[in-house]
C-alpha cells in the first residue's frame, strides 16, 4: 500500500482531535545519550524523578512477587488499598489505583467528559492532562499564570462558564515548581459549582507538605474534588507505574467501570505496598531533597540566573530565549548531564533541573563551571 493511501486511511478512522495531537515528549534516557556520546558519567537531572532509587522495602516485595507472575494481580487491589485507607484515614471506595497518576487521568478523561466538553486549567502546566482530555474531544480553555509563575485562581474563577466540566490544577505546578495556598484554594472552591470537577494533581504532594499555606486535599471533603497522587516521584516507583486518587465513591466507582480491570499490575501494587511503609526511606528523600535543593538554588542565584522558587524537586529557570535554552541542554548534555527544555509547555524561554543525589548535583555544578564560559558567549541572564 502506498504513503498515500495509508495517509488516506488513517484520516478517515481516526478523529480530527486526535490526528492534532502532539505525541508526549519524555526526557533523554541515560541509555540513549550513553550510546549517542560514549559517555560514562551521566547525570540524568530532567525527569523529577526520586534520585534514591526505590526503597528496599519495594523491591524485596516485588521480588517476592516474581514467582506469582503467572497469576492475574488482585483487581480490587485490597493490600493496597487497606494501606492507603489507613494511611489517610478513608474507605476503599474512596480510592482509585491506576498505572500512575496519567492512567486515572485517562480514567477521567473516558469517564466524565465528552466531545465539546469544556476543560479549564492553567497555561504552561502539566501536558499529560492537555492530551488526555483533548484525546477524547474536550475543548480546552486556559489562562495565563500569574507573573510569579503560579496558577491564577482569580482568572479561573473568572473563566468558569456553563460549558465547563472538569477544572485542572496541578498543585504544586510542574514545570513551575510553585503552588497555590490554602486562601486562594477556599477562594477558588468558594465560586465552583458542584457540577463541575476538579481535579487537584498532587504528584508532588510529599514535597510540598512542609508549607504550612499548602492546601493539602486531605484537609477537605468536597464531592466534586478528586485527588491525584503518585508513587513516580517521592517513593521513586516511576518505572513500575504506580498512582492513586481519591474521592467521592460515587465518581470513583464510575471511573472503576473504565479502568482496565488489572491495572496496576500485580509487581506495581507490591512494589507500592513496600514503598508506603518504608517511612525511613520517604524521610531520606525529602531530607536530600530540601539539602540540595537549597545548594543548587544558591549556586544558580550565584551565576545570577533567577530560578523560580519551587516546593518540589525540580527548580525551573527562565534563559530568555528558545536559543539559550536549546544551548544551555545542548553543552550541558555534552559533560554527560541531561536537564528538561520546556518547549512542549510553551515555556522555550526556560529549562528545568530535576534534584539529584549529592555526586549527580556535584556532576551538575562541575558541567556547569564548563558550560557558563561558553553560553556566556552568547547569552546574557534573562530578567
Ligand atoms: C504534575 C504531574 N502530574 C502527573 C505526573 C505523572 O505522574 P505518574 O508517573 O504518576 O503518571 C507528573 C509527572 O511528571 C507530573 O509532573
Known sequence: MSDSQSKHIAKSLV????RELQVYQAGKPID???REKGLTRISKLASNENPLGPSPFAIKEMTGGLWELHRYPDMHAY??????????NLKKENIILGNGSEGIMAYISRAFISPGDEVLTSENTFIGFYILSRSVGAKLKTVPLTK????DVKALAENISEKTKVIYIANPNNPTGTYITKDEFDSLMAHVPKHVLVVLDEAYFEFANH???????MDYRYDNVLTLRTFSKAYGLSGIRVGYGFGNEHLISNLTKVKLPFEPNLIAQLGACGALHDTPHLERTLKNNQELYEKTFKYLESKNFKPIPSITNFITLKTGSEEASNEMFRLLLDEGVIIRQLKANEMPDFVRISIGTKEEMDHFFEAMEKVIPEYDKKH???E
Not at 478523529?15 to 486526535?18: D, F, Q, T
Not at 510569579?148 to 496558577?151: A, N, P
Not at 508549607?211 to 486535599?217: A, E, L, M, R
Open 15 to 18: 478523529p480530527e482531535y486526535i
Open 32 to 34: 540513549e545519550l550513553a
Open 79 to 88: 493490600k493496597l488499598k487497606t494501606s492507603l485507607s489507613k494511611l489517610y
Open 148 to 151: 510569579d509563575y503560579r496558577f
Open 211 to 217: 508549607c504550612s499555606d499548602y492546601p493539602d486535599s
Open 380 to 382: 546574557g541572564r534573562a
